[in-house]
């Protein structure tokens, strides 16, 4: 059975709806680790305060440091970067696609390459994902059945059968550090029996992707937990893959539209419930303020196409919040995206000069993209800083009130109930500190 969470007494709250971490009155030790034949997980510092900590995650090609954000790299770069600017960008881990991948270059030429590292010059970790979303983005050209989801293609109209087998047969060809099994994704929006059904066929698919995964010794393979919004659901997923001692656990079906109340609940039970020693991946993250909730809230790695995509649209990101540099106010604004980044971008180009290039030049999304990644990434060793030097609550009231309120935006109400929940209470503007 799943194991249950202490129980622990509250205090009179405000947000008495709110429900507390049961894990807070009950601090673990400092340190906690893990070994699985490809992956060594140490926590080596923890918050005193909420669930957030700091690991070293070893993996094959590389050692990251979590919390972590892994940029998006679809079919084996990130648009517009080199590899080499990935490294000076100082990411530890990518994500590739596996079915973009497995159409593109394709499992045979991966194989004569001895896999994607080679084949893009990429010698620190990769993460792939199983294929599965795509059976939510290209739902229209897909059929899911027991034995796998059949995809048309999108350019061509040639088909696909994507099945567990076939996702760890491409994934052992693309040699990613951590593969995803291949799940029955269904949108968060969706309610009543096919959340279920997905949920079980999930379950089945992993013990069949397990039975398929030819190189345990060289790449990990994460479960991803389901069950849409349904709280029976989730732990129902929780029990079964946890007892099928994965080397870490992705949460799955998120970040597609639901109510960001009912998002941050599922991650909360999900970190609760997962083994304290191994690594949680929330799958589709990206936002900051999701970034510093979702630490808070216990998980370690997060990946999104957000930071790249909207860098294609001139949106950049900032320590205050996003700017869209196409806006013609830009166009006589001669500081960078933001005057402390030592990024390349800002180090060497103004708003001014970005904003001419936005939408009209590649060299533009080129450099938009540098400094976006540059921001999530600072983001990250920001947090991991602040939760090695326990003053992660300190950190992310400073955040939020930088983020919001000095824009003349509230709190929004998700954010302040996710952080109440592990004991971080957001200060009023007037006494908010403005150190970040």
Request: hydrophobic share 35%.
């Amino acid at each position: 059975m799943l194991a249950q969470p202490v129980p622990v007494q509250r205090g009179e709250s405000t947000q008495a709806e709110v429900p507390v971490s049961p894990y807070r009155s009950h601090p673990l030790p400092v340190m906690a680790s893990s070994e699985s034949p490809a992956l060594r997980f140490e926590v080596i510092a923890r918050c005193s305060t909420t669930k957030a900590r700091v690991s070293k995650l070893h993996l094959p090609h590389y050692t990251a440091d979590t919390p972590m954000f892994m940029p998006v790299g679809t079919q084996g770069t990130i648009k517009g970067l080199t590899t080499d600017q990935l490294r000076d960008l100082d990411c530890h881990v990518i994500l590739g696609n596996t079915y973009h991948l497995g159409n593109r270059p394709g499992p045979e030429i991966l194989d004569q390459f001895g896999g994607l590292h080679q084949f893009m010059n990429w010698d620190r970790g990769l993460l792939t994902d199983s294929g599965g979303f795509q059976m939510v983005s290209l739902l229209k050209l897909a059929e899911i059945t027991e034995e796998g989801v059949q995809f048309e293609h999108p350019h061509d109209g040639s088909l696909m059968m994507l099945t567990p087998e076939k996702s760890m047969e491409l994934q052992n060809s693309i040699g990613a550090d951590i593969m995803m099994q291949l799940d029955d994704v269904v949108s968060s929006l969706t309610t009543g029996p096919r959340v279920e059904e997905a949920m079980h066929r999930s379950i089945r698919w992993l013990d069949r992707c397990i039975k398929a995964h030819r190189k345990p010794h060289q790449q990990n393979l994460f479960p991803i937990i389901q069950g849409g919004l349904d709280l029976t659901l989730r732990k129902a997923c929780l029990e079964a893959m946890i007892a099928r001692n994965a080397p870490g656990y992705a949460i799955g079906g998120l970040s597609g539209g639901e109510e960001k109340d009912q998002f941050w609940r599922i991650v909360s039970l999900c970190t609760d419930y997962l083994p304290e020693p191994k690594p949680r991946y929330c799958m589709g993250v990206g936002y900051a303020e999701d970034l510093v909730v979702c630490s808070a809230l216990g998980v370690d790695m997060y990946d999104c196409v957000y930071p790249t995509r909207t860098a294609r649209f001139g949106h950049a990101l900032t320590r205050s919040g996003g700017i869209t540099l196409k806006y013609g106010r830009y166009h006589t604004d001669y500081s960078p995206i933001e005057d402390d980044c030592n990024c390349h971008t800002c180090r060497n180009y103004t708003r001014a000069h970005l904003a001419t290039l936005v939408n009209k030049e590649t060299v533009g999304c080129h450099l938009i993209s540098i400094h976006n990644i540059a921001y999530q990434m600072r983001l990250m060793r920001d947090i991991r800083s602040s939760i090695m030097e326990d003053r992660f609550p300190q950190f992310v009231q400073s955040f939020m009130k930088r983020y919001f309120v000095d824009n003349g935006t509230p709190y929004p109400e998700w954010v302040v109930n996710a952080l109440n929940s592990v004991n971080i209470s957001l200060l009023p503007p007037e006494n908010a500190a403005s150190q970040t």
